[in-house]
């Protein structure tokens, strides 16, 4: 099984910073890495997909990047709606899984 | 536009087997995997298992011998049954389309399910 692990597991920023969370996976999976943002009792929304392509509809201020086994989650400017938890997933192979999440708090 | 909605039993006893449906609104073409996914209160996401159209299913090892995954393509439905819970099993479940380039680009909204004696 892929492991996937996020780092940092909190984050406390302001509105306004750039903020970078990394995840790692435990073999290569090409670029088969997402990104999701959850809040509060919902379902999590996939914000990027194929590690650096912008979902439809997801604020540009967000973008991914990475290869291999290295990836990252920007957010150029926080916005006071982007306060939340975020996973990574990789679908390269079976079983998918998750990274354990990182909870982006305000400062 | 493509939405889910689930349902299913929301109290359940240990031992007992837990059933959720999912169904598919809207145009969605065959060739997509549907998945099942959980999250224990205050915890990570965890992928269960998914199958197609055609009922070809993968299961995630850690459940495999307790998961069952079918599909009713008349309704356009697909559902999970997970038998002999415990409590460690408690959980909300998310039923979620996986994107036809990676991720799981829509998702139901929601089942929390309490195993309780």
């Known amino acids: 099984d892929i492991q996937m692990t996020q780092s940092p597991s909190s984050l406390s920023a302001s509105v306004g910073d750039r903020v970078t969370i990394t995840c790692r996976a435990s073999?290569?999976?090409?670029?088969?890495l997402s990104w999701y943002q959850q809040k509060p009792g919902k379902a999590p929304k996939i914000l990027i997909y194929?590690?650096?392509r912008l979902q439809s509809g997801v604020p540009s201020r967000f973008s991914g990047s990475g290869s291999e086994t290295d990836f990252t989650l920007t957010v150029s400017s926080l916005q006071p709606e982007d306060f939340a938890t975020y996973y990574c997933?990789?679908?390269?192979?079976?079983?998918?899984?998750f990274g354990q999440g990182t909870k982006l708090e305000i400062k | 536009q493509v939405q889910l909605q689930q349902w299913g039993a929301g109290l359940l006893k240990p031992s007992e087997t837990l059933s959720l449906t999912c169904a598919v609104y809207?145009?969605?073409?065959?060739?997509?995997?549907w998945s099942w996914i959980r999250q224990p209160p205050g915890k990570g996401l965890e992928w269960i298992g998914e199958?197609?159209?055609?009922?070809?299913?993968n299961y995630n090892p850690s459940l495999k011998s307790r998961v069952t995954i079918s599909v009713d393509t008349s309704k356009k439905q697909f559902s999970l049954r997970l038998n002999s819970v415990t409590a460690a099993d408690t959980a909300v479940y998310y039923c979620?389309?996986?994107?036809?380039?990676?991720?799981?680009?829509?998702w139901g909204q929601g089942t929390m399910v309490t195993i309780s004696s």
């Open positions: 979620a389309r996986n994107g036809d380039v990676g991720g799981f680009d829509i």
């Open positions: 809207g145009r969605s073409h065959s060739g997509y995997y």
């Open positions: 199958i197609n159209q055609s009922g070809s299913t």
């Open positions: 073999q290569s999976i090409s670029t088969d």
């Open positions: 194929a590690a650096s």
């Open positions: 997933q990789q679908s390269y192979s079976i079983p998918r899984s």
